[in-house]
RNA sequence: GGUGACGUGGCCGAGCGGCUGAAGGCGGCGGUUUGCUAAACCGUUAUACGCUGUCAAGGCGUAUCGAGGGUUCGAAUCCCUCCGUCACCGCCA
């Protein structure tokens, strides 16, 4: 959500920014409705007053026994209240147009997002280790997993349809040990809180983040008003919704292992083969909220955060400046890391975090007191992924496949594999 | 799911339909007193928005007593819906 008092102040700064985003100019009508409800605001409140003092002397009138006069204010008051008939209705209905509009306008970039319409115009920023050169034909996930006997889409496509997996034994272990070694990475070393939060959740959640209203199709409803979480960035962000924190509570850096559930609506024919993009798959989520003079320090920091997993798993990456065409819409900045797929002779991205300035915390009304100060500031809100354990599971299977189809255990992974060395 | 009770400021807790944005207390902040601490005393202590003002200080106004509607000249107070909390019962991981 954008402040109208920066659009009404810079109108063309506000246009230009949109611009960059490949959006047409939207200042205009947005100034003319906030000029009109102004003014219908300024009118009702006036009226309001009047209303307001005659309805208190009435009561004084009263007390007095002084009927004619009460009755004169009632008259008073009945033309205050004629005064006021269309206002309400003119000033609600300009709101609720100007709200559809700033509902469904993206975060502007900041200054040093690249220019860009697609995912061309990413920028490397970096990049970290080595592909490993394989002496022998080398397999994807699907094949390995489907070879070992402990990956079937098949049978959880009789049970959920396409886009559902079942992994067993040794994957299924697989899948649950880099959860946990995510989570005690970013909880014992990066200073991040462990957070079991709600997997189902409001549509004011899901508003508060940025996912509606545009983005309705993207998510799994249920008979209830809830829909189930697509990231635990929605239940994470949201815990400081509607909260005013003290500056010495910030950063708050939370993170959570769950599940994320996505319709996938627009990416029929994407990535059909394996379990790049299923409709479930767990995530070990990173969320920090900070201030505004430390989020792009933060922002910073939650990367290496997320790259620090990678380096422990050994597995080289890239880092990528999203540019202006290829960020999400609550973003101001976002890097991209993409991990190495061997099977596919390219990086795919596994994490992706997340600048979004107060862009959220003025959905969800999130503010903190700076120290000494008796005003609030919306406080700014970081996501980032720590990262996603189902691409995290295809990339370990692929970079330390054998010869024979059997996955070695990456290292730091084998306590969690409870001394496991070897996958099949 | 059933029955009952209840949602007031940072917290506790008053509140007959009419100077109640809201008594009182606690906590917080500022000050007086003070060898230090404690105590006592005085003052102060919500948020958002609009108008005005040099987008300052300040002033005026509107709204907010869980949320949204309604009744009324006037609602924290009456009615309806929703959300939530608590207690007991039923069911259940």
């Not at 004011?204 to 983005?215: H, I, M, S, V």
Request: hydrophobic share 40%.
């Amino acid at each position: 959500m954008h402040d109208v008092k920066l659009i009404r102040d810079d109108p063309q700064a506000f246009d230009d920014a949109l611009a960059r985003r490949g959006l047409k100019p939207a200042a205009k009508r947005i100034v003319e409705l906030d000029i009109l409800i102004r003014a219908a605001m300024t009118a009702k409140q006036a009226a309001e007053n009047r209303r307001n003092q005659a309805s208190k002397a009435i009561g004084l009138a009263k007390a007095r026994k002084d009927e004619s006069e009460a009755a004169r204010l009632m008259e008073e008051v009945e033309s205050a209240k004629y005064d006021l008939a269309q206002l309400p209705e003119t000033e609600a209905a300009a709101s609720a147009e100007l709200e559809e509009i700033l509902a469904n306008i993206p975060n502007l970039p900041a200054e040093d997002v690249p220019d860009g319409a697609d995912e061309h115009g990413n920028e490397k920023v970096r990049e970290w280790g080595t592909p490993r050169n394989f002496d022998f034909f080398i397999r994807d996930h699907v094949a390995l997993g489907e070879g070992l006997g402990l990956m079937d889409f098949a049978a959880a496509a009789r049970i959920s349809g396409a886009r559902f997996v079942a992994l067993k034994g040794g994957l299924a272990r697989l899948e649950r040990a880099l959860g946990a070694f995510m989570l005690d990475l970013q909880t014992n070393e990066h200073g991040f809180t462990e957070i079991s939060p709600p997997l189902l959740v409001r549509s004011e959640a899901l508003y508060g983040t940025g996912q509606l209203p545009k983005f309705a199709e993207d998510l799994f409803r249920t008979t209830s008003e809830h829909s189930l979480i697509p990231t635990s960035e929605v239940s994470l962000t949201n815990l400081v919704r509607e909260t005013i924190l003290a500056e010495s509570d910030l950063p708050m850096r939370m993170t959570a292992h769950t599940p994320c559930f996505r319709a996938e609506a627009g990416s029929a024919g994407r990535d059909v083969r394996g379990m790049i993009r299923q409709h479930q798959f767990y995530k070990v989520e990173l969320v920090s909220v900070t201030t505004p003079e430390n989020s792009s320090e933060e922002h910073e920091y939650m990367v290496h955060c997320a790259e620090e997993v990678l380096k422990r798993l050994d597995l080289p990456f890239r880092t990528m400046l999203l540019c202006t065409g290829d960020m999400g819409f609550q973003a101001r900045k976002t890097w991209d890391i993409e991990v190495w797929l061997p099977s596919q002779n390219t990086c795919r991205e596994i994490s992706s975090c997340s600048n979004c300035g107060d862009f959220q915390a003025r959905r969800m009304d999130a503010r903190y007191r700076p120290a000494g100060d008796r005003k609030t500031r919306f406080v700014h809100t970081l996501n980032g992924s720590g990262l996603a354990v189902g691409r995290t599971l295809v990339a370990v299977m692929e970079n330390y496949q054998n010869a024979d189809g059997t996955i070695a255990v990456p290292p730091c992974l084998v306590p969690y594999m409870g001394g496991m060395t070897r996958i099949g």
